[in-house]
């Protein structure tokens, strides 16, 4: 991901694309903290745990 000027691409879901530094979506709290202070790993439909890190950005 660091190899195009520290950004990545991401796709939204009107359907327009934009560079954004990886450290805006919170990839660098991968895999994160949850409330109780266990790891989260997200949505279990992608194989996560149920448990979401509050640093992750979710507005997208």
Same mark, same amino acid.
């Given at each position: 991901?660091? &190899?195009?000027?520290? &950004?990545?691409?991401? @796709?939204?879901? #009107? $359907?327009?694309?934009? /560079?954004?530094?990886?450290?805006?979506? !919170?990839?660098? %709290?991968w895999p994160g903290t @949850?409330? !109780? $202070?266990?790891?989260? /790993?997200?949505?279990?439909? +992608? !194989? $996560?745990?149920?448990? %979401? #890190?509050? &640093? +992750?950005? +979710?507005?997208?």
């Amino acid at each position: 991901m660091n &190899r195009h000027q520290q &950004r990545a691409n991401q @796709g939204f879901a #009107d $359907g327009h694309a934009e /560079t954004l530094p990886v450290s805006v979506l !919170g990839l660098q %709290y991968w895999p994160g903290t @949850g409330p !109780g $202070g266990g790891v989260a /790993t997200g949505n279990p439909k +992608w !194989g $996560g745990n149920g448990v %979401y #890190d509050g &640093r +992750w950005w +979710w507005s997208l």
